[in-house]
């Protein structure tokens, strides 16, 4: 990351996903486990690549993570997502109830292999909500989302380089399909062609 300062990142991004209802970067995630399998929910917050990091460091090591998020602060889930795959594991977002969109989507590409399940009924560009969903950064100011040029360009600066890092930089074209107030969702096919997901069945 020597081209981007990773404090100024930290200090400005969270990445917020809007669908009608805003999510605000307010409430944390929640960490569950089961066994191996462990599933992160809800938005994502400064300091979530830390809850990561203590979920990984328990005894019995996790090998799936599933992912249900909105998105959240970009910089965590650029940590998460080095975590994930420092420690070999797999990812799967499950579009028959989830979502993995934004930032989210810095987490699920960490994985080394990458599980997109039931998305068998989902089109590029539709507005069924579900799945993976794509969109450029924008920024989060005073419980107003709006955009901001700088933090914009270092948002998908940061997108850009965790998905090229991640072997996934063709994920890089979507950003651009909707801005910050839409997203972008993606067919299995198209996931399985830009190789930001490896599998369409499941671990």
């Excluded at 990142?9 to 917020?16: D, E, F, Q, S, V």
């Excluded at 109830?97 to 080394?112: L, M, Q, R």
């Amino acid at each position: 990351m020597s081209r981007i300062g990773a404090t100024r990142i930290k200090a400005l991004l969270c990445i917020a996903l809007t669908t009608g209802v805003i999510a605000t970067c307010a409430r944390a995630a929640s960490f569950k486990r089961s066994g191996t399998i462990a599933t992160i929910s809800g938005v994502i917050e400064d300091g979530d690549d830390f809850r990561l990091n203590a979920l990984l460091r328990q005894p019995e090591k996790i090998k799936l993570i599933y992912l249900n998020s909105p998105g959240g602060n970009l910089y965590a889930a650029y940590k998460m997502s080095e975590s994930i795959r420092a420690s070999g594991l797999a990812t799967a977002v499950d579009a028959s109830h989830a979502i993995c969109a934004s930032a989210c989507t810095a987490i699920f590409v960490g994985g080394v292999r990458r599980y997109y399940l039931n998305a068998q009924s989902i089109v590029d560009g539709s507005r069924q909500g579900r799945g993976l969903g794509f969109h450029s950064a924008s920024d989060w100011n005073g419980g107003a989302l709006h955009a901001n040029q700088e933090k914009s360009d270092i948002g998908n600066g940061l997108l850009a380089y965790v998905y090229r890092e991640m072997g996934a930089s063709e994920a890089n074209t979507l950003t651009g399909r909707a801005n910050y107030t839409g997203v972008f969702w993606i067919s299995g096919r198209t996931a399985l062609s830009l190789n930001v997901a490896t599998s369409l069945a499941g671990p």
